[in-house]
C-alpha cells in the first residue's frame, strides 16, 4: 500500500500529525511479493528450524536455553494476556507490562515454530488482537518528558523496541494466521504503528543516533514481515521529511540535526556511528543498547535482501563492532562506564548473547568467541544460536585473547581515540574520543584503571536508576547534567574550575582530543594524547605508560600530565579511587563542619572532608579495596594542596553515591602532574594476614619538563633507580634526542626511554 502524506504543525507537544489522504494500488507487487514469499526468514529461518529440530538434545546450552525459554513463556501464558492503557514512565507498571509483552511474543513465536505447539502462536496472535483494538483508541503516551513522545510507552524509542521484539514474533506465526486475521493485524496495527514511529516522528527515525537505530530497524523489519517495501526503504535511506523547528534538541541535549548531516535511515547509522575500528561514538554502553537492533535488522536483511550484502558493508563493520565491544571490558566482563553509562552493565546483557552468537555464526567462526558465549550461559533461540551451542558442544571454544589496542573514533577513524592498555590483571583506558553527543562527558583525556577485583581507579558513569521508578522514573536525574558530565567528576585535569568547553556539547562535539603515540607490545605499553582545544590558550597532553619493573610484583602505573598554559592558571586534578584510606605521607586537617567545594560545574556536589598544603617534594598516599593495596606518589611543588573529597553535598534526594576521592590543587603556568600507581600486596581475611602493604616506592621527582620532553626518575626500596624519557612533540621512532638541565644530560633515540640507573 503506498500513501500520501501532509503535516499539519501543531507544536512540540504532538510533533507531527499525520493526515492520510489516500491510499491506492489493489495488489501486491512483485517486489512486495519476493519480500513475503517465505516465513519465518527475519532471524529464525526455515532452515534452521529444521537444523534445531534435528540437533535437540545434542546440544546442552541450547537444550537449556530452550527449557528456560519455555518454562517462562508457558508461566506468561498461564497468567494470561493483559494490555493495559498506557500511563507509566520506564519503571512502573504499564511500562513494565507492555515490555514484557513484547519479549513474550518474541519468544512465543520462536518455541511455536520449534515446537511446533499451536499454544504459542495462539498467544502471539490474540496479544497482537488486543493491541489491534487498543492502538486506535489512544493518542500520545500521557507523559509529556520525551521530545519525541510515544504512544504505548513514553517515548518512541521503546514504541521501536516493542515493534522490533514483536516483528519477530509476527514473522514466526505469519503463515499460521488466517488471511483476514493478518491483513487487519497489517492494516490496523502494524502499518499504522510504523508510520508513527516514522514519518509521525521524523525528528526521532531521521537522527543519526541510538535512538533512530532502534527507529529504523523497527519499521524495516515490520515492512520485511509484511512484504511492504515502502517502509523497508525509509528504515534503510531515511525519510525526505524536515523536521520541524522547534524540536532541536533531544531530552539529553543532544543535537537533533547534527552539522552537515545529509542522510539518515540505517544505512547512513553504519555510515555515521561507528568508526572503521567498530567504536561507536556514544561509547559502550549505547554501543551494546544500538547494537541489538543493528544486528537483528542486519540479519533479517542478510535473509531477505541479500543484494545489499549487509554484513559485508564497510568492510564488514558491524562484525568488527562486536569485538570492539568485547575488547572494550575489564576483568568481570563489565563495559567502561565512559559517557552515560550506568555500571555492572555487561556481556551477559541480552543484547551481548545475541551479538557474540551472531558474530560467531556471521563472522567465520572464531572458535575464541565461543569462551564468551560459554560464559553467557545461554544462547539466541535461532540460527547462531544453535551454530554457537554446536561449536561449544563440539569442544571447539579457546580463551578469548584481550590484547592491548588503541580503537578510533569517527566515521573515517580520524577523530580522536581511546587507547586500551592490559598486562597481566591490569587494565587501563584512556579516553581521548570526540564528546559523543548529547551522552558524552567533559573528560578529555580522563582514564580508569582496573585489576582481577574491578575498579581500582573509576569513571563515575552516569546519575541514573535505569527502570527504578523511585528515581524520577527510572530516567536520567538532573544529577546527571549537574554532577557526572562535568569534568570535576572525572580523573582528568579542571583549569580554573570550569568545566571543559565550559560545559557546551555543541561546541565539545565540534573537535576531538588527538592521538599522538601508542605502543602495546613488550615490557613497557604506552598512550598518549593531547586536547588543545578544552580551554582557551591551554594545551593539555597525558601520557601514561604500563611497565613491568622486575623488583615489583605486578606492572607499574607511570602518569604525566603536561599542561602549557598562562602564569596564574588554577589547576585541579580529581582521582576517584574505590576503597577505604589507609594512610598518608601528610597530616591532614579534617573538616567537621562539611562545605561544598564551589557552587557549580559539579563542584557544588563535592564535600571537603580534608585538606593539607604539601609538605615535602612528594604526596603519597596508600587506600585498599576488596583485598588489595594501591598508592598513589606524586610530585608536589611549592603551594599545592591536596583537598580529600567525598561525593553528596547539595544531593537532598540522595541521588549520587557517597564516593571518596582527591583533587591535587596547584596554581601556576606551564606545569607537570607526575604520578605513579602501584597495585601491591593483599590481605587475607580469613587469617587477618597482610602482605606487602607498604608501597616500594620510595622517591619521585621530575628532571625535566618543557614543552618538548619530560624525564622523570623513580626510587625503589631496593635503592634501585629508573628513568623513564618522552618526547612530547615529535613522534619519530629514529629521532635522537638531547635534553640538558640542571639536574643532567639525557640522550635517547625513539619517542621514549626506559632505563636502569646504578644504585646511588
Not at 502462536?121 to 486506535?136: C, F, G, I, Q, S
Not at 540505517?266 to 561507528?274: P, R, T, V
Not at 556514544?282 to 545489499?308: H, S, T
Request: proline share 3%; with cysteine.
Amino acid at each position: 500500500m503506498k500513501i500520501k502524506f501532509c503535516y499539519i504543525r501543531l507544536g512540540f507537544s504532538l510533533a507531527v500529525a499525520l493526515i492520510l489522504l489516500s491510499c491506492v494500488g489493489e495488489g501486491a507487487s512483485v517486489e512486495q511479493q519476493r519480500l513475503t514469499d517465505v516465513h519465518p526468514s527475519l532471524v529464525l529461518t526455515t532452515a534452521g528450524v529444521d537444523q534445531i529440530q534435528s540437533n535437540l538434545g545434542s546440544v546442552p546450552l541450547f537444550d537449556q536455553t530452550l527449557a528456560a525459554v519455555i518454562k517462562g513463556v508457558d508461566a506468561e501464558i498461564t497468567n494470561g494476556i493483559e494490555v493495559p492503557v498506557p500511563k507509566d514512565l520506564a519503571g512502573g507498571y504499564t511500562h513494565e507490562r507492555h515490555k514484557t509483552n513484547f519479549f513474550m511474543m518474541q519468544k512465543a513465536g520462536v518455541l511455536f515454530q520449534i515446537t511446533g505447539e499451536e499454544k504459542y502462536a495462539v498467544y502471539v496472535r490474540d496479544m497482537l488482537l488486543k493491541y489491534a483494538e487498543m492502538w486506535p483508541t489512544i493518542s500520545q503516551h500521557p507523559a509529556e518528558r520525551s521530545y519525541a513522545r510515544g504512544k504505548i510507552f513514553w517515548q518512541c524509542l521503546n514504541d521501536a523496541n516493542w515493534l522490533v521484539y514483536t516483528s519477530q514474533g509476527y514473522d514466526c506465526i505469519y503463515e499460521w494466521l488466517d488471511v483476514p486475521t493478518r491483513e487487519k493485524l497489517n492494516k490496523e496495527l502494524f502499518r499504522p504503528y510504523a508510520e508513527y514511529v516514522s514519518i509521525g516522528n521524523p525528528q526521532f527515525f531521521n537522527r543519526i543516533h541510538n535512538h533512530s537505530t532502534w527507529g529504523n530497524a523497527a519499521v524495516g523489519m515490520i515492512g520485511l514481515v509484511m512484504g511492504d517495501e515502502e517502509l523497508v526503504k525509509w528504515s534503510l535511506y531515511g525519510l525526505d521529511i524536515k523536521v520541524p523547528g522547534d524540536i532541536v534538541k533531544d531530552n539529553d541535549g543532544g543535537d537533533i540535526q547534527l552539522e552537515g548531516q545529509e542522510e539518515a535511515g540505517f544505512l547512513a547509522q553504519i555510515d555515521h556511528s561507528f568508526s572503521p575500528d567498530g567504536y561507536y561514538t556514544e561509547g559502550p554502553y549505547y554501543q551494546r543498547y544500538a547494537m541489538y537492533p543493528f544486528l537483528i535488522f542486519a540479519q533479517a536483511l542478510a535473509n531477505k535482501k541479500p543484494e545489499l550484502e549487509i554484513l559485508d558493508y564497510r568492510d564488514g563493520l558491524l562484525i568488527k563492532a562486536v569485538y570492539a565491544l568485547i575488547n572494550q571490558t575489564n576483568s568481570q566482563g563489565e563495559f567502561f562506564p565512559i559517557n552515560d553509562a550506568q555500571k555492572g552493565m555487561s556481556l551477559a546483557s541480552r543484547e551481548l548473547v545475541n551479538a557474540v552468537s551472531m558474530a560467531y555464526h556471521f563472522g567465520g567462526n572464531d572458535p575464541e568467541l565461543l569462551s564468551i558465549i560459554e560464559t553467557q550461559g545461554r544462547v539466541p533461540l535461532n540460527d547462531s544460536g544453535m551454530a554457537a551451542a554446536k561449536g561449544i558442544a563440539n569442544g571447539k571454544a579457546e580463551k578469548y585473547r584481550y590484547k592491548s589496542l588503541e580503537l578510533t573514533d569517527g566515521a573515517a577513524g580520524d577523530e580522536g581515540a581511546i587507547g586500551i592498555i592490559r598486562a597481566d590483571d591490569l587494565t587501563l583506558l584512556m579516553k581521548y574520543a570526540k564528546h559523543g553527543m548529547g551522552h558524552g562527558h567533559f573528560d578529555r583525556l580522563g582514564f580508569l584503571l582496573y585489576d582481577e577485583t574491578g575498579e581500582v581507579i573509576q569513571d563515575y558513569g552516569s546519575a541514573r536508576w535505569v527502570n527504578i521508578e523511585h528515581k524520577d522514573g527510572g530516567g536520567y536525574l538532573k544529577e546527571n547534567h549537574s554532577w557526572a558530565k562535568e569534568t570535576v567528576a572525572h580523573n582528568t585535569l579542571v583549569v580554573n574550575k570550569d568545566s571543559h568547553f565550559d560545559g557546551n556539547v555543541k561546541q565539545a562535539d565540534k573537535t576531538s582530543g588527538r592521538p599522538y603515540y601508542f605502543l602495546n607490545s613488550g615490557t613497557i605499553q604506552i598512550v598518549s594524547a593531547r586536547e588543545p582545544n578544552a580551554y582557551d590558550n591551554v594545551e593539555m597532553q597525558r601520557t601514561m605508560a604500563v611497565v613491568d619493573i622486575e623488583e615489583l610484583e605486578k606492572p607499574l602505573v607511570i602518569d604525566l600530565f603536561s599542561v602549557q598554559a598562562p602564569e596564574a592558571t588554577r589547576y585541579d586534578l580529581p582521582l576517584y579511587y574505590m576503597g577505604e584510606f589507609m594512610s598518608s605521607n601528610q597530616n591532614f586537617q579534617t573538616n567537621n563542619v562539611l562545605t561544598p567545594l564551589g557552587e557549580n560545574d559539579g563542584y557544588q556536589h563535592l564535600w571537603a572532608e580534608a585538606q593539607t598544603d604539601i609538605q615535602g617534594d612528594l604526596y603519597r598516599m596508600t587506600w585498599f579495596n576488596k583485598k588489595n593495596f594501591y598508592t598513589i606518589t606524586s610530585v608536589a611543588e611549592s603551594g599545592d594542596q591536596i583537598i580529600l573529597t567525598r561525593i553528596g553535598a547539595n544531593d537532598p534526594n540522595f541521588n549520587l553515591r557517597r564516593d571518596p576521592g582527591l583533587i591535587h590543587r596547584r596554581t601556576g603556568g606551564n606545569t607537570l602532574f607526575a604520578s605513579l600507581y602501584e597495585m601491591h600486596g593483599s590481605y587475607d581475611y580469613s587469617s587477618e594476614r597482610p602482605l606487602n602493604s607498604f608501597t616500594s616506592i620510595t622517591d619521585l621527582k621530575v628532571l625535566h619538563h618543557s614543552a618538548a620532553y619530560v624525564v622523570i626518575q623513580f626510587q625503589l626500596k631496593t635503592g634501585q633507580n629508573y628513568q623513564f624519557g618522552f618526547s612530547l612533540l615529535d613522534d619519530s621512532e629514529t629521532s635522537n634526542h638531547a635534553v640538558k638541565s640542571s639536574e643532567g644530560q639525557w640522550h635517547w633515540k625513539g619517542i621514549y626511554d626506559l632505563k636502569k640507573i646504578n644504585r646511588q
